[in-house]
């Protein structure tokens, strides 16, 4: 086995005993909360009796003792079956399929929206170092990084909703409309503010990495050299710049997959959005155990990945780091 070979082996690994502690952990969480299963499962129905209750249990496997709980569901995801949702009365890949669309589009438009916007203000603020410009899109950058997803969403919501009347104020498509009758624009309609809400969450580490690194840059005496020559500054930005200072944007905008699904959780309950987010909050608040080991299952493989994805960018990108890696 290649040294290359034996490096994606060790990340695989990695990957795979992530996934198994983490459902470890989800699951003894789920059991040591206040939620009743049980009672969840049939939206609290008090006039269930003792004998429902029992065979309901039963029939969830909830009799069992935690740890059998756990294998039995262990070995049924090993197979490709992420069993029943409680909640839904369907299965859970099927559930997950139903609203990973809707997300994926959320996530989507909002990691390249955050990358771009994230990119371009960082070059301003590098190539207009110390003047009005950089010290606005610091203070937004910094002001931004410390405010919380759900509130930006609630001011989106307040000012281009409630008071401009521009956007719907959530759901995915019109409200009383079937879905067969809801076209592309409506969807584009109903996903605009959301995904803004959404790619605000990774512009300011892009830009503030982007805006060290282009520094970085421009301080270079090849840079010096360059200017000297008479290149302009989108000369310089295109020739030297751009491929060096993108290097920590590309990392860290792939490394924030697990914070653009975090976000996407906030986003989705402050909109309504039916994503795999609000069907998260649904499944924990509603102890769905099935369906919530199934989506964080899907949510960490997506974080993996995307890490993984980050880090073959940047070797590819960086010379130096495809070296190391060759020689690692």
């Known amino acids: 086995m290649g040294k290359r070979s034996l490096f994606i ?6 990957g795979l005993t992530l996934l198994l502690g983490l459902s470890i952990l989800t699951f003894i969480l789920m059991k040591n909360s206040p939620i009743d299963p049980v009672m969840a499962s ?3 129905d008090t006039s269930m009796t003792p004998e429902q209750y029992e065979a309901i249990k039963e029939y969830w496997g909830l009799n069992k003792p935690p740890i059998g709980q756990y294998f039995s569901w262990l070995k049924s995801i090993l197979s490709g079956n992420m069993g029943i949702s409680r909640v839904h009365k369907r299965l859970v890949i099927e559930v997950i399929k139903e609203k990973a669309l809707a997300s994926a589009a959320l996530m989507g438009v909002s990691w390249t929206l955050s990358g771009i916007i994230g990119i371009a203000l960082g070059t301003i603020a590098a190539f ?16 931004q990084a410390s405010v919380p997803t759900f509130w930006i969403g609630l001011i ?3 000012i281009f909703s409630v008071k401009l009347g521009w956007f719907p104020i959530g759901i995915s498509a019109p409200i009383g409309v079937i879905k067969s009758e809801v076209t592309i624009l409506d969807k584009i309609h109903h996903l605009i503010l959301p995904a803004l809400t959404l790619s605000v969450l990774g512009i300011a580490n892009v830009v503030l990495h982007t805006r060290e690194k282009m520094i970085d840059v421009l301080n270079e005496e090849y840079v010096l050299f360059a200017r000297a020559r008479g290149e302009s500054d989108f000369q310089i930005f295109k020739n030297h710049a751009l491929r060096n200072a993108i290097v920590p944007a590309i990392t860290i905008h792939f490394a924030s997959f697990g914070e653009l699904f975090g976000g996407s959780i906030l986003a989705e309950q402050v909109f309504s959005y039916p994503g795999l987010g609000s069907t998260l909050t649904e499944a924990g608040l509603k102890s769905d155990m099935p369906l919530l080991l199934g989506i964080i299952m899907i949510s960490a493989v997506f974080v993996f990945f995307g890490n993984m994805i980050g880090d073959i960018i940047n070797s590819r990108i960086n010379p130096y780091l495809k070296q190391e890696g060759q020689q690692a």
């Open 9 to 14: 082996f060790y990340k695989l690994l990695r």
């Open 42 to 44: 049939v939206d609290y």
């Open 128 to 143: 207009n170092r110390g003047k009005l410009s950089d010290r606005i899109i610091k203070w937004f950058a910094y002001l």
């Open 156 to 158: 989106f919501l307040l």
